[in-house]
């Protein structure tokens, strides 16, 4: 192989990295909905959408 990568190996080293990338996005997006919860609660109906 002459060190060069395979497109499929890159592919999935790109997907691996792609879904490491997502599980942080959906952590920081669980933190946000709390913080948002707690505000809800606090906040009237109304402006919760």
Partial sequence: KQGRYTSQEITQVEM???EAHQ???I???LLQE???MQEA???PK???K
């Fill in 46 to 48: 109304e402006i919760v």
């Fill in 34 to 36: 709390d913080k948002t």
């Fill in 41 to 43: 609660t606090i906040m």
């Fill in 23 to 25: 599980v942080e996005i």
């Fill in 27 to 29: 952590q920081d997006e």
């Fill in 16 to 18: 691996m990295y792609e």
